[in-house]
Structure formats: structure tokens, C-alpha cells
């Protein structure tokens, strides 16, 4: 106990100081792509390592004898919070692992993303990977700011149920069988973010796959994973056709309004909303989109995006990465964070409401109907959630007369446990229940 003594107050210091340094080195490289909601997060650990630090140099001065006591708690406090992470961690994945291999009798696939990819690329060495298409902005010289990824490719995307999905891209990088695209008429036309996307189902589990099985009609995805409402509005006005009859605007709770605040910034999407002549004519430059795609994927985009932990669950998977969250006790910090915060989103932007009316009117010129679809997250049935935000964006489409198809009301909400259709994002079991709703509410 007297060289824990000699030790305690300098080790806790170093340990407080490191902290410091550590946060601010994360909060600088993560400045360039974190969402502003994230801002908050980092505040906190600079907040805890100020604490820390004032407490270590305390205990420089304190006597010897309540100096025994801090380090018998401190030890406790240490040992009983990895051994709850342990628990989280085996109790976590034994759970889902059981599930999945009752469900199917297939093993969950913990390779990771990158593990998965390189033993793909033997098999098939064209095989590509999405990513979002915010990773086009470091991007400066090249002339365009494409909207979809790398055209008719078979597309490794995302594992949050056991399996990684990967889906053929159609000829403008889409999520669809290419042949939609030459149908003399389409029914749905879809656009939104990675729930529109499919993220992490495999056709025909993703909304707009069900939606043409169950309408027997032909339907296009035009959603990707990050956009935004302005990077939704943007898809419109590159990719809507004449020959379409119904547009759903997949709006997601969870960070839709974020999304839109960080593709303001951008000057160049601006253009859409800022100049109603604007068009990058993208449909024309595919190559150039394929080009630019693969140039980021031979750079390394998924290392990078492991490196930077902003990857969905699959990076769970990764061992080395399990040691270092384990380390780091992220199960219980996540747990702790999970419970007492939740995700600030911003009041809807009054460009919202505009972009909103100019995906309306882009829609009517086409003769086709608009519906606004709300999709609820995760968060929605937590306890204390903040319902303003829903609220605010309910009032705003009802005043532009459009069609508000409330998935929060009519499915979610009927449910004894909500949370069992997220894996993250939806299960399929999720994505068909949203589907279903608003093939009823829009067959007419």
C-alpha cells in the first residue's frame, strides 16, 4: 500500500493529463465530418478530464490515511466497471448471436467491413463498396458533386444482422434492379437517406423492393446513405422522370435536420435551391461518378472509416477493435450516455419548409403525387423524447397540403416493444411493417 501511496496522485495525474490530450486530438480529427450534435459529446470528456485533473492534484495534499481510502475506491470503481463491460459485451452478442443462429441456423459474420471486402475481391475483384457520398467533398478539383455511388456493380454495404447485405448497383449507382429505369411507367419513386438506402437488408427486404412486390408495379430508389433534405431535393431534380406517378419523401427523424444543416454549408448544393435552372447533369456523367468512386475506394475510404470508428455495428466485429472498446469500456459509456442524453437535433431550418415546397411543385410539374413519409428512431421510445422536432416538422408539411404518412402513428406506436424492428437501423421485419403501411395508405 505505501508504493500505491508514492504512485497514486502522479499516475492519476498522468492518466487525467493523457485524457486531455486525448480528447482534444479526437475532437480536432473528428471536426471535419462529425455531425453538431457531436460537439456536445466531446465537451463532456473535456469537462471530465478537467475534474480529474483537479482532483489528482487534491490528492497530492490529502493525508495518508484518506489517501487509502481513494485508492480502495478508485481500484473498486475501476474493477466493478470493466467487469459490467464484460458482462455488456458477452451478454450483447451472445444474445444476438443465439437469435440469429435460431432464426437461420447460420453463424453471425464478424469479419469486419474491410476483412469482408478483401476476401470478396478474390472472388470478385470488380466488386465495390458504398460509402457516402459526403467523402466526394475533400474532392475539390473534380467538376461535379455526385449524388449515388459506383454504377452496375455488386455493392458490399452493411452488417447489423448477422450478414452483410450487398446489392447490384443499377446504371446511376442506385439500389435497384437496373431494368426499372426502362419502364414505361413507375409507380413509386422514392428518395431519402440509409433507410430508403436498404441499410442492412438485401433485396427484396428494402422498402422500395417490397413496395414493387406488392403493387406489381415498377419502383425506383433513388435514397443513399447521408443525405440530407437538400441532397434528397438535389436526387429529384437530376434523376425524376415524366413517366412517374408517386414521389415518397422518406424523411428520418433521427438526423434529417442535422443532415441539412451540414449540406447548407456546402456551396455547391446551395445551387439547387439558389438558381431553379441549376443541374449538374449527372445522369449524363456516370463515368466520371464511377471514376471518382473508385479512386476514393483504392484510397482506402473504409480503412479510414474503421480507423475513425464511424461505421455502423459491423466494426463490432473487428477483435482488435474489441480490445480497444473493451479498454475503453464503450458498452458502459454508451449505456451511460444513451440514458442520460439524447442526440440534439436542431428545429427544422426554415429552408426545410422551402425545400420541402420545391420537391412538391418539382413533383407536380412531373404530374406525379408528393407524400411526405415519417420514419421514427430508435430514440422516439425512449423515455423523456423530445417530441418538439416532431411536432414542428408535422405542422410544416400539413401547412404545404401534402400528405403526411406517420409511421410513429400507424405502426410503430400499436406495438407492445417498437425497438424490436431496430438492428440499428430497421430489420427487415421493420422495413416490411413501413412498407406495408405506406403501400396501403398511397394504393389509391
Not at 315 to 321: E, Q, S
Not at 406 to 417: G, P, T
Given at each position: 500500500?505505501?508504493?500505491?501511496?508514492?504512485?497514486?496522485?502522479?499516475?492519476?495525474?498522468?492518466?487525467?493529463?493523457?485524457?486531455?490530450?486525448y480528447t482534444f486530438y479526437k475532437s480536432e480529427n473528428s471536426a471535419s465530418w462529425r455531425s453538431p450534435s457531436e460537439d456536445d459529446y466531446y465537451t463532456v470528456y473535456f469537462i471530465i478530464s478537467g475534474i480529474l485533473i483537479l482532483f489528482s492534484i487534491i490528492t497530492f495534499f490529502i493525508s495518508q490515511k484518506i489517501k487509502e481510502y481513494v485508492i480502495i475506491f478508485v481500484l473498486s470503481f475501476v474493477g466493478s466497471s470493466y467487469l459490467l463491460e464484460g458482462y455488456l459485451i458477452f451478454n450483447e452478442e451472445s444474445s444476438k448471436e443465439d437469435v440469429y443462429y435460431n432464426e437461420t441456423g447460420n453463424r453471425w459474420d464478424k469479419r469486419s467491413k474491410i476483412?469482408?471486402?478483401?476476401?470478396?475481391?478474390?472472388?470478385?475483384?470488380?466488386?465495390?463498396?458504398?460509402?457516402?457520398?459526403?467523402?466526394?467533398?475533400?474532392?475539390?478539383?473534380?467538376?461535379?458533386?455526385?449524388?449515388?455511388?459506383?454504377?452496375?456493380?455488386?455493392?458490399?454495404?452493411?452488417?447489423?444482422?448477422?450478414?452483410?447485405?450487398?446489392?447490384?448497383?443499377?446504371?446511376y449507382g442506385f439500389n435497384n434492379p437496373d431494368?426499372?429505369?426502362?419502364?414505361?411507367?413507375?409507380?413509386?419513386?422514392?428518395?431519402?437517406?440509409?433507410?430508403?438506402?436498404?441499410?442492412?437488408?438485401n433485396r427484396p427486404n428494402d422498402i422500395t423492393s417490397i413496395l414493387r412486390t406488392l403493387s406489381k408495379k415498377s419502383a425506383l430508389n433513388l435514397g443513399y446513405g447521408?443525405?440530407?433534405?437538400?441532397?434528397?431535393?438535389?436526387?429529384?431534380?437530376?434523376?425524376?422522370?415524366?413517366?412517374?406517378?408517386?414521389?415518397?419523401?422518406?424523411?428520418?427523424?433521427?438526423?434529417?435536420?442535422?443532415?441539412?444543416?451540414?449540406?447548407?454549408?456546402?456551396?455547391?448544393?446551395?445551387n439547387y435551391i439558389e438558381d431553379p435552372t441549376f443541374t449538374q447533369n449527372l445522369k449524363l456523367k456516370q463515368k466520371i461518378i464511377d471514376n471518382l468512386a473508385k479512386k476514393i475506394i483504392?484510397?482506402?475510404?473504409?480503412?479510414?472509416?474503421?480507423?475513425?470508428?464511424?461505421?455502423?455495428?459491423?466494426?463490432?466485429?473487428?477483435?482488435?477493435?474489441?480490445?480497444?472498446?473493451?479498454?475503453?469500456?464503450f458498452k458502459l459509456r454508451s449505456l451511460i450516455y444513451s440514458q442520460q442524453t439524447q442526440i440534439k437535433i436542431p428545429s427544422p431550418d426554415p429552408k426545410f419548409k422551402e425545400i420541402i415546397n420545391l420537391a412538391k411543385e418539382l413533383t407536380n410539374k412531373n404530374n406525379a403525387k408528393f407524400y411526405f413519409v415519417y420514419l421514427p428512431d430508435h430514440d422516439h421510445y425512449k423515455n423523456q423524447y423530445d417530441?418538439?422536432?416532431?411536432?414542428?416538422?408535422?405542422?410544416?408539411?400539413?401547412?404545404?397540403?401534402?400528405?403526411?404518412?406517420?409511421?410513429?402513428?400507424?405502426?410503430?406506436?400499436?406495438?407492445?416493444?417498437?425497438?424490436?424492428?431496430?438492428?440499428?437501423?430497421?430489420?427487415?421485419?421493420?422495413?416490411?411493417?413501413?412498407?406495408e403501411t405506406i403501400y396501403k395508405l398511397t394504393k389509391n
Open positions: 500500500m505505501n508504493f500505491m501511496r508514492k504512485i497514486f496522485s502522479p499516475f492519476c495525474l498522468s492518466i487525467s493529463l493523457l485524457l486531455l490530450v476483412e469482408i471486402f478483401n476476401d470478396l475481391k478474390k472472388i470478385n475483384n470488380k466488386i465495390k463498396v458504398s460509402f457516402s457520398p459526403k467523402y466526394y467533398q475533400p474532392l475539390k478539383n473534380d467538376p461535379i458533386y455526385p449524388l449515388a455511388g459506383h454504377s452496375n456493380s455488386q455493392t458490399l454495404h452493411c452488417n447489423e444482422n448477422g450478414y452483410y447485405s450487398i446489392y447490384q448497383s443499377d446504371r431494368q426499372e429505369w426502362d419502364s414505361k411507367e413507375i409507380e413509386y419513386v422514392l428518395v431519402g437517406d440509409s433507410f430508403t438506402h436498404g441499410d442492412c437488408v447521408d443525405h440530407g433534405p437538400l441532397m434528397q431535393y438535389a436526387t429529384l431534380r437530376e434523376y425524376l422522370n415524366f413517366d412517374v406517378k408517386k414521389v415518397l419523401w422518406i424523411y428520418f427523424s433521427g438526423n434529417d435536420l442535422l443532415d441539412l444543416k451540414q449540406n447548407l454549408k456546402i456551396v455547391f448544393l446551395r483504392d484510397e482506402g475510404i473504409i480503412e479510414w472509416e474503421i480507423k475513425n470508428k464511424i461505421l455502423p455495428k459491423e466494426i463490432d466485429n473487428n477483435f482488435t477493435l474489441k480490445i480497444k472498446r473493451f479498454i475503453k469500456i417530441v418538439t422536432n416532431y411536432h414542428l416538422v408535422k405542422k410544416i408539411v400539413n401547412e404545404l397540403n401534402i400528405p403526411f404518412i406517420d409511421i410513429h402513428e400507424q405502426v410503430f406506436k400499436k406495438e407492445k416493444n417498437p425497438l424490436s424492428f431496430f438492428s440499428g437501423h430497421y430489420n427487415v421485419e421493420g422495413y416490411s411493417k413501413v412498407a
